[in-house]
Each structure stands twice: as structure tokens, then as C-alpha cells.
């Protein structure tokens, strides 16, 4: 079965930077791979998502800020993260899309501080 496994969270000043990654195991490659993130008191929200042909699509708030990008001979996705403000804070999940089954990472946390 395969397994997603982010890396890269942790601690940053207000306009820094972070990359996320988020390995799958195995060689199947999912459609479409992606990020959510959850923070406190809040709602889980889509962050951003890229096709296996490399299409992305991004939430407004990280529009411009945010790319995310897919390494497939590595069957890894990536989310770079720069300008990074308060309200980044969060739970950020890595999630794979096969349509009939959602695939999803246990999460790394993303602290900016202000």
C-alpha cells in the first residue's frame, strides 16, 4: 500500500522561507498530488495541487508565494514556501488523489513567527 511521508516543517520568521517535500512509496504515480493544511481553530484548506502532466492550481491566500512542483522519477511533491506570514501557520498534509481513494501524509507542522 502506498505510504506519503512529508518532511521539511518547522520554525520560521515572518517572510521567511520553507520547502515541504512529501515522498510516496512505490512506482505508482499518482493523477494528482498535493497539499491541505489545517491550522488552529480552523478549517482543513486546499494549499495547492499539480497533475502528473505538471498542471498546478493554488488557493487565493498563497498565490505568488507558494509553487508546488513533482520530482517523478523520485515520486515526490514539493511545496516552496516563501513570504511566509503568521496566518501560514498550520498543519500542512500531503495528499495523493487516485479519484476512487485519497492517499494522505501524517502531516508536518509549519510554525512562522511574527
Known amino acids: 500500500q502506498v505510504q506519503l511521508v512529508e518532511s521539511g516543517g518547522g520554525l520560521v520568521q515572518a517572510g521567511g522561507s520553507l520547502r515541504l517535500s512529501c515522498a510516496a512509496s512505490?512506482?505508482?504515480?499518482?493523477?494528482?498530488m498535493g497539499w491541505y493544511r489545517q491550522a488552529p481553530g480552523k478549517q482543513r484548506e486546499s494549499v495547492a495541487f499539480i497533475t502528473v502532466g505538471g498542471s498546478t492550481n493554488y488557493s487565493d491566500s498563497v498565490k505568488g508565494r507558494f509553487t508546488i512542483s513533482r520530482d517523478i522519477p523520485k515520486n515526490t511533491v514539493y511545496l516552496q514556501m516563501n513570504s511566509l506570514k503568521p496566518e501560514d501557520t498550520a498543519v500542512y498534509y500531503c495528499?495523493?488523489?487516485?479519484?476512487?481513494?485519497?492517499?494522505w501524509g501524517k502531516g508536518t507542522q509549519v510554525t512562522v513567527a511574527s
Open positions: 512505490g512506482s505508482f504515480r499518482f493523477p494528482v
Open positions: 495528499y495523493g488523489d487516485r479519484v476512487f481513494s485519497k492517499y
